[in-house]
Structure formats: C-alpha cells, structure tokens
C-alpha cells in the first residue's frame, strides 16, 4: 500500500487547470505579442505597398504578414546594398550628417552603439562580470 496522501477530487481539478494554465499562458501570451507584432508592422508597410502588389486587392480577405515579409525583404535588400563600396559611402555621408545635427547625434550614436553590441558575432561578449564604482564613490555599477 502507498504511504501517499489521497488528495480530493476538488484538489486535483484545480491542479490540473493550474497545470494547464501553467502550459497554455506562455503559448497564448507569445501568440498575442506575435500577432500584435506582425499587425503593427503590416499597418505601417501596407499603405505603401501598391494596390497592384497588394494580395488584399485580389483576395477577398486581408493576408496577415505580407508587410511584414515585405518590409524583412526590404532591409535585407538595403543590408545588401549598404556591404558594397558604393553603400558604405552612402552610409558614411548619412553618418556624417546625422553627427552634425546636435539632437539626432547623440540619439543615432548611442542606438548604433546598441545594436552593434547585441548583434556582434563576438563570442567572448558579455561573459565576465565585473562591479565599478562608477557614477560616484559608493555607488557600484554591474559592467560586462
């Protein structure tokens, strides 16, 4: 015989719904951000998509992510064009205008430093932990 308490029938009913809440809200949440995303997008490409382009002109029901295709193919299209000599000057000029504008400058530099952070290939990124007393004596700071 089991030393195991019995539970109640009660008890494992709400086991079980805790257990598949615990299951379908990351599902659910994670479709809902997705979903959201994909519609943000597609309201921001869409209207400059021409109606000719356009499946939803020829369909008679809205295709969910094609802006969002559209506007992946896009930035690829200008990640290709800005690898080759003639983009990285292109890319240059725009740099050297945006430095000179005293708003914009500190805004463009501080996300290009961002991104080119996170989206390094460098393996060895972030894998020590160090504490600096930094912005003033008493006060440390987590750096990487």
């Known amino acids: 015989m089991s ?18 809440f615990v299951v379908c809200a990351p599902l659910a949440i994670t479709a809902y951000i997705a979903w959201s995303f994909i519609g943000w997008v597609d309201s921001w ?7 000719r382009y356009s499946p939803d002109t020829y369909l008679p029901f809205p ?12 930035i690829t299209l200008i990640g290709f064009l800005a690898a080759n000599i003639v983009g990285r000057a292109i890319v240059g000029f725009g740099e050297r205008l ?15 430093q961002i991104f080119e952070t996170v ?4 393996g060895d990124m972030f894998r020590q932990v160090g504490l600096v007393e930094y912005p003033r004596k008493g006060v440390w700071s987590l750096v990487f």
């Not at 295709?63 to 193919?73: H, K």
């Not at 989206?119 to 460098?122: D, P, T, V, Y």
């Open 3 to 20: 030393d195991a308490p019995k539970t109640s029938g009660m008890t494992r009913l709400r086991n079980y719904f805790l257990t598949g």
């Open 119 to 122: 989206l390094s290939n460098k």
């Open 98 to 112: 945006l430095g000179r504008m005293p708003l914009v400058r500190g805004i463009y530099g501080s996300l290009k």
């Open 45 to 51: 490409v869409k209207p400059y998509i021409p109606a």
């Open 63 to 74: 295709v969910p992510g094609f802006g969002l295709i559209v506007a992946l193919i896009l």
